[in-house]
T-cell receptor, first 109, second 115 residues
Framework: GQNIDQPTEMTATEGAIVQINCTYQ??????LFWYQQHAGEAPTFLSY??LDGLEEKGRFSSFLSRSKGYSYLLLKELQMKDSASYLC??????????WGAGTKLIIKP | DTAVSQTPKYLVTQMGNDKSIKCEQN?????MYWYKQDSKKFLKIMFS???????INETVPNRFSPKSPDKAHLNLHINSLELGDSAVYFC??????????????FGAGSRLTVL
């Protein structure tokens, strides 16, 4: 079956760096997405990786290793507003999105 | 202007009732979706429409019936509501199917509570 694994919850300190991991096993691969979802709000797009390597976008970076079925989202200079759930999703060979359950990130002052 | 708007935002109703949630997108996207997010925050695809045509219909009870009058609208009608239907329902749209970089834009969600 298809599977996306990410930690349920993580805690980090304001100003620090945190890495959220995602491993996947899917039928084919057409890209990996990260979305951010604040409590009570809609998910919003953060990043898309289809080739191996690191994509940097401001304080957020996303890394992909297709051979390892692995990605991470790196958040630098953490701010209180970064407290949210981070959802990893993989597009399979049929271009369907397979979603992880999300990682709830708690930022402490 | 809201890109993907869905109404109502909150819906509280009794078991056995029938209810509808409406969704509209003004992004010119070809594809629209309904997702269900339960209390464990897991996003589950229910339906996908491409240019008004049903593409994905996951194992959803036939009490749920989507309707797409045009490619900018995708409504969800639910018959004979059950307690287990309580969840947040998200509408989303994307430029097209069959493309890797197919970013979804979500509506704000409709929280359904069945008593």
């Amino acid at each position: 079956g298809q599977n996306i694994d990410q930690p349920t919850e993580m805690t980090a300190t304001e100003g620090a760096i945190v890495q959220i991991n995602c491993t996947y096993q899917t039928s084919g691969f057409n890209g990996l997405f990260w979305y951010q979802q604040h409590a009570g709000e809609a998910p919003t797009f953060l990043s898309y990786n289809v080739l191996d390597g690191l994509e940097e976008k401001g304080r957020f970076s996303s890394f992909l290793s297709r051979s390892k079925g692995y990605s991470y989202l790196l958040l630098k200079e953490l701010q209180m507003k970064d407290s949210a759930s981070y959802l990893c999703a993989v597009m399979d060979s049929n271009y369907q999105l397979i979603w992880g359950a999300g990682t709830k990130l708690i930022i402490k002052p | 202007d809201t890109a993907v708007s869905q109404t109502p935002k909150y819906l509280v109703t009794q078991m056995g009732n029938d209810k509808s949630i409406k969704c509209e997108q003004n992004l010119g996207h070809d594809t629209m979706y309904w997702y269900k997010q339960d209390s464990k925050k897991f996003l589950k695809i229910m339906f996908s429409y491409n240019n008004k045509e049903l593409i994905i219909n996951e194992t959803v009870p036939n009490r749920f019936s989507p309707k797409s009058p045009d490619k900018a609208h995708l409504n969800l009608h639910i018959n004979s509501l059950e307690l287990g239907d309580s969840a947040v329902y998200f509408c989303a749209s994307s430029p097209e199917l069959g493309s890797g970089a197919n970013v979804l834009t979500f509506g704000a969600g409709s929280r359904l509570t069945v008593l």
